[in-house]
């Protein structure tokens, strides 16, 4: 993310609140790899409410130049409650003004301090504090068993998205596990992986059994997510850029706070599998 300042150029051209897209500034924030945006949160605004089909009825073939029968669908809203995450700090004027980019890469420090903390919660936020709860909190996920050696829980996981009506779309673990998984051997003193690193050009792969694994350290060490991201809805603002000196005008220098709101619900959460792991 690239944010210039401007401190000698005109009020208007110099905002005290900036808002930047997210999604260009953060991709790699989980609710934009493994959920399913339905909408934006811009100000205050606490949720938003998206409607799904529940149960489509009764749907059958129809001879040309019928009237479509009504299917009778049950239809129904998931509420998406989100939070605002924050970072905050400050730095003196004369190292802000000293045509270094100094500001710029704090402002980017803390922009991805705040992914950072959306994708610890996205994962792991327990019901009780603040902001929505985290996918390996949430009651009704399946239980994909205990990860070991033949790698068969990422295949049994996928078969139980997939027996639920979804699609594994991505496997969600630490650096740590993944480590662990890539450097399983097919036999004793054997160099050969278990898992293909790479394509036939030498890109790195990281998959298994045909779905993206995202790796990121935010993920606990015990336990792996399998997901189908259409069952998971999320909500997202844009970043909000905010940079003043008033606070801190006796001592000459300049705050610089950065905030977001997200928040998900989910479907089915039986289209998210947790497999557990021994570290």
């Not at 051209?13 to 909408?39: E, K, N, R």
């Not at 529940?54 to 939070?83: R, Y």
């Not at 190292?95 to 994962?123: E, Y």
Request: net charge negative.
């Amino acid at each position: 993310m690239a944010i210039n300042t401007t401190p000698n150029s005109p009020r208007a051209l110099s905002p005290d609140v900036t808002y930047i897209a997210a999604a260009d500034t953060i991709p790699d924030a989980l609710v934009y790899q493994a959920a399913t945006v339905a909408g934006a949160i811009e100000g205050d605004a606490p949720s938003i409410r998206v409607p799904f089909v529940k149960d489509a009825g009764t749907v059958g073939f129809v001879a040309e130049g019928d009237l479509i029968p009504d299917s009778g669908p049950d239809l129904d809203e998931i509420l998406v409650q989100t939070g605002k995450v924050a970072a905050f700090a400050s730095i003196s004027n004369e190292m802000r003004n000293n045509g270094s980019a100094t500001s710029s890469l704090l402002s980017n420090g803390l922009a991805i301090a705040v992914q950072k903390k959306a994708d610890a919660a996205f994962l792991s936020n327990a019901a009780a504090n603040p902001g929505p709860t985290g996918l390996l909190q949430l009651t009704g996920i399946s239980d994909g068993g205990m990860l070991d050696a033949d790698l068969d829980v990422f295949t049994d996981a996928i078969a139980t998205i997939e027996t639920q009506g979804g699609r594994a779309s991505q496997f969600i673990m630490h650096p740590a596990t993944w480590a662990a998984i890539a450097k399983l051997k097919v036999t004793t003193g054997s160099a050969q992986t278990v898992v293909n690193l790479s394509s036939p050009e030498g890109a790195p792969i990281r998959s298994l059994g045909g779905v993206p694994v995202i790796v990121t350290p935010q993920a606990p060490t015990t336990a792996i997510l399998g997901v189908d991201r259409t069952t998971i809805i999320a909500a997202a603002s844009r970043l909000a850029l905010a940079i003043s000196d008033q606070p801190l005008f006796q001592s000459d220098s300049t705050a610089i706070r950065v905030t977001w709101r997200t928040g998900w619900n989910v479907l089915d959460p039986k289209r998210i599998v947790k497999i557990t792991v021994t570290p």
